[in-house]
Each structure stands twice: as C-alpha cells, then as structure tokens.
C-alpha cells in the first residue's frame, strides 16, 4: 500500500512539472510558424536586451475615432520577449466621451489600473450577472477570461488606464464589430439579435458592414 502510495506522489510531481519551461525564455520569432501555445522561438544568439523592452505605452494612442479611445498593445510579437511567458500589457487612452465597447479575450483573465480621469467598468458573467464599477485614479478592476466586459470614460476629461494579462497574446474580439462589421447576412443577424431589418442595416453602415 505504501508502494502504491509512493508511486502516486512520484507520478503527481512529475505531472505537476512536466509542463515547466526547458529553456530562459522564447523571445518571438514574427517570421516562424505559430502554434497554439506561441510563435516560434528567436535564434537565442540573435536576442539582444531590446527584446524585453517596450516603448510602445509611452505615447497616447489616437482617440480621433468613432469609439473616442484607442488601445496600445504589448503584447507578441510587438513586445517579443513576452512570448511564452504568460503575461503582455496594454494602454487605454479613452476622450471625453470614449469608450472601449463590449468585447472578450478568449485567451487570458484581464487587471486594469487607471492612472488618470473617471472610468465606469463593467463585465457579465456566463449566468448574465452585471459587475459594475466606477474607478477612480489608482483604482484596479479585474474581468475574468473570456467575458463580456467594457470600459466608458465616465469623466469631464480625458482619461487613462494600463491593463495587464495573463497571456502574452490573450485576443480580443469585440462584439459590436463581430456583428456588424463584416459580411454575415443581415437577416441572420436580425434573427440571432432580435434588431429589426433597418436597424441592423444601419448598425453595418456605421461599422463597415455588408451583406
């Protein structure tokens, strides 16, 4: 019995670190083949310092635009020595009025630290329960993987905020632009959303949409 035992313990400890990194790190390779766990790894006597420094937060983002916000990312390839190493990072820079709209990263759980303005937060959970907050400067709101969730700047002025990830490429769809921003036929869309013809219709015309 106490074989069995310690047989078990031996089996559950490798288990447990079979999955540990056989190497420093895989700063990513854009130009190699993707797998589901990552890009290809940089020849390691091609990777210098600069791969595991980013610049890209440093400068707000363009919020000239329909949503009035704009999202930097870091995460691979653009910030390459994150690969494999399960976290990346982004900057949210929203205008008066701006808004990053409902969307989901299939990929990772999400912490958000606003260092500027007012935001409202929100995500719905899979039983359709709203969490909802309103932050203020130095204020954090984490969003669960792969749920709905959404950032409104709810302030006078312009705002900002970081976020950080659980992957260093988490994903990202947004679901104003998956309904309306492509080709998929209006009178399904109309059938699965419950919106009339018209105003489906006028929804792919703000968006880009056809069909």
Avoid: W
């Avoid at 002025?157 to 309306?180: H, N, T, W, Y």
């Amino acid at each position: 019995m106490k074989m069995m035992i310690h047989f078990f313990l031996i089996i559950s400890l490798v288990s447990s670190t079979s999955f540990a990194s056989v190497q420093d790190f895989c700063v990513a390779d854009p130009k190699g083949p993707q797998s589901p766990s990552g890009y290809s790894c940089k020849n390691p006597d091609q990777v210098t310092e600069n791969d595991f420094a980013f610049s890209g937060l440093a400068k707000s983002g363009n919020t000239s635009n329909l949503i009035k916000a704009a999202v930097t990312p870091a995460f691979a390839p653009a910030f390459a020595g994150t690969n494999g190493l399960g976290v990346s990072m982004a900057r949210l820079d929203l205008a008066g009025g701006g808004v990053i709209p409902l969307h989901t990263h299939p990929g990772a759980s999400e912490v958000l630290v606003v260092i500027q303005g007012t935001i409202c937060a929100g995500f719905i959970s899979s039983a359709n329960k709203v969490y909802l907050k309103t932050l203020q400067r130095g204020d954090s709101m984490v969003f669960p993987q792969g749920l709905l969730h959404f950032q409104l700047n709810s302030g006078k002025g312009p705002a900002l905020a970081f976020v950080a990830f659980g992957s260093s490429s988490p994903g990202l769809q947004i679901l104003p632009f998956a309904l309306f921003a492509n080709d998929l036929p209006s009178e399904l869309v109309e059938a699965t959303t419950f919106l009339s013809d018209e105003e489906v219709k006028k929804l792919k015309g703000v968006l880009g949409g056809t069909n």
